[in-house]
Structure formats: C-alpha cells, structure tokens
C-alpha cells in the first residue's frame, strides 16, 4: 500500500527563531489522528535543531538538496554523510528552482540520486514540464524523459526509498494550479511509465505527490484524485494554518 504524504518545502524562508515557531505550532495542531505522513524541510541551517525539535513526533525532516560528491573541495556544499549525521534521512532532488537557477542537468540530479541510495537516504524526486511544453503538447515527453534520465537507473529494490513529487514549472508559486484532472491525468501516466521499466509492484507503492500552488481550498479535490498520493507545498507550507489544512484535507 503506498503512503499517503504532504511535504512542506520551505525553501529559503524562515530564520531558526521563526522555524522554531512554525515546528512547534505544527507539533501543536497537526491531529494525531492524521493520515498522511507529515515531513519538513527548512534550510540547511536549521535542520539540526528541526530534527532535535521533532525527535518523538510523527512529523519527518527532509534536505532541500545536497551534493554529490562525497567529500572534498566543493565550497559552501553539504554533502550525504553531513545530512545523516544530524539524523535527516531524506532529501528533495530535482526540484524546478535547482533545475532552472543553479543549472542542474538530469545528469547531475541522476549522479545525486545515486549518492542519496548509496547513503541509505530516501529521495523525493522532482520533476515537471515548463509552460512552453505544455501550450506546444510536448508535456508527457519532457515528464517521461526527466524520469528516465535522471531516475531510472536506480535498481528495482531501491524504489522503496523513492518519492515521486510531479510539479509543473507553470503552477510552482504563481497561484496557477493544475486542475484535478490535468493532476490526476500526468500522474496515471508516470504510473503507467514506471510500471513499463520496473513492474506493476513498484507502480503501485510508489507515491506520487502533486506540487504547484496547493492551497488549503484546493487541496481536498486535487487529493481526491486516485493516482494523486499527496502534495509537496512551497508557499502554503510556510504557515501552520494553511498548512494543516493541507495535511488534513485526505
Ligand atoms: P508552491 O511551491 O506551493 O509555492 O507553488 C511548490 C514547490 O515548489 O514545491
């Protein structure tokens, strides 16, 4: 059966007085009862203190990003070994602001998820079409060949650590979101995709998340959708009302 989880990147955003102020109202509201698996992701610098802060809570942590390399002469990166050490055990790569800012490649994203297994990490694996790919029909291509390029060399078993996290480049932050339908229709097709490289078991269990502009009043409909296992929230994430309404929309 796969998991039901919302992600909340934060991106940089929050100092560690103000994340401490959103981990404890996340501790506070977020219902015991709640049947998604809740994760954060704060900067680098406060992921120390948001892993001692959650330690005992069902809420998880997650790195924005790191780097490939295990070691070495690569100023003002943080590396695998560095993340697990403070006790974070999941990383989000690929994302569209990594992709288009800091110029990352398939290649590149392909190189951090093999390090990310190799360290034993779990992996919430971005990916999505730009505007132009979308008006020019050219979406499930560019989608397909993210996932092969940058994801599908990895082994059957290690799809057990793997998040899928669809996020049109079009809907990240500009209040446009993908309808249910549009949602719903690219994630039956990266199912479907998965399931021809790595069988209908691995299909199956892996979560596929939904990002781009999910708010408190669309995520019930966009969540109601069958191949839609959850979301990975940018702006939403930032404040615990809007985002407990996320968590608590399945
Ligand atoms: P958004 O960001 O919810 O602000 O659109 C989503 C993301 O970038 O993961």
Redesign the pocket.
């Known amino acids: 059966m796969r998991k039901k989880i919302v992600a909340g990147?934060w991106?940089m955003n929050k100092n560690s007085e103000q994340t401490e102020i959103l981990l404890n109202e996340l501790i506070a509201q977020i219902p015991a009862s709640c049947d998604a698996k809740v994760i954060v992701a704060p900067t680098f610098v406060n992921l120390a203190s948001a892993v001692n802060h959650l330690k005992n809570t069902p809420i998880g942590v997650s790195a924005q990003n790191m780097h490939q390399a295990a070691s070495g002469a690569y100023t003002g990166e943080i590396s695998a070994d560095m993340l697990k050490n403070i006790g974070v055990n999941t990383v989000i790569l690929g994302?569209?602001?990594r992709r288009a800012i800091f110029h990352e490649t398939d290649a590149l994203i392909a190189n951090k998820v093999e390090t990310a297994l190799q360290n034993d990490m779990n992996v919430i694996f971005?990916f999505g079409e730009e505007l132009k790919d979308r008006q020019s029909q050219n979406h499930f291509n560019i989608v397909e060949n993210q996932l092969r390029d940058g994801l599908f060399h990895i082994q059957k078993k290690d799809w057990e650590k793997i998040v899928l996290?669809y996020?049109p480049v079009w809907?990240?932050?500009?209040g446009e979101t993908a309808s249910p339908e549009q949602a719903q229709e690219m994630h039956e097709f990266i199912r479907e995709t998965v399931r021809k490289s790595f069988g209908s078991d691995v299909a199956e269990d892996v979560s596929i998340l939904y990002?781009?502009?999910?708010k408190p009043d669309n995520a019930k409909e966009i969540f109601s959708k069958s191949d839609v296992d959850g979301g990975?929230?940018?702006?939403?994430?930032l404040n615990a009302k809007d985002f407990i309404a996320i968590v608590t929309a399945f």
């Open positions: 990147n991106k994302h569209s602001e971005c996290a996020e809907a990240i932050g500009t990002g781009g502009s999910v990975l929230i940018g702006g939403a994430a």
